[in-house]
């Protein structure tokens, strides 16, 4: 008998109908097929389908595969972009091992209205792909002043085209963090960039970091997916 949280080896547990039906309809599985599943909580567990109609899943836990690893991505501080970048970023940042998104309104972005149920759909798709065992959340858009006051001390890597690279061999987001103990959040800006106030704002934080990601304009999402994937290199998250 193995415990572990809530779950243990033996119990049968409800599926939701749109799981249910993704098992049956979709996957055109069957009872004693086995499913691997994650709560975000309780690790992997190895399940047997125990019933399964149409509308309902009973899994029983076979096996518990993988114990639930501390969550220690960084945050990703997105500015809004139009919606098929968005989405893009999204799911890029989750197989990144991003901890949380938190979308951001700043002075030049185009708040168009942003679907965040659709968008945490997305993460948790990516997250199901990734083999990870827990969903980084989506939060719905709030401006960056408000984020830089209340989370006033989590380390802030913020990408800045205009920002020097002093030409040394190691990508300054490789220097940034290795002053950085423990998960940072990392800020991208919108198309148009961050405004002058915004600038001025960010360069007289304490804790926050400008970084250089090259020598040419990034899109957002090309500049949110090499800022993570160097902090994946240096973190290993
Ligand atoms: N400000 C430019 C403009 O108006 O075209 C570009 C903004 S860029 C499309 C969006 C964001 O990606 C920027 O705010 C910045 O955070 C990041 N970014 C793009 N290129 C970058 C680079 N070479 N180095 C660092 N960050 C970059």
Redesign the pocket.
Known sequence: QEQHGAYSTGLVIPLNIDQSRYLGAVMRLSVGDEVAIFNGVDGEWRTRIHTLTKKACHLELVEHIRPQPDVSGPVLLI?LVKRARLETIIEKATELGVAQIQLLITRRTNADHTNVSRLQVIAQEAAEQTERLDVPQVLAPIKLEKWLMDEADIPLI????D?THDGNSIPPMLVALRDITGPAAI????????DETERRTLKALPHAVA??????????DT?AISALTLYQAACGD
């Open positions: 500015a913020y990408g800045d085209e920002s800020l991208i800006g919108p198309e148009g960039g961050f970084v250089n990601l090259g020598p040419r304009i990034l899109r957002a500049a």
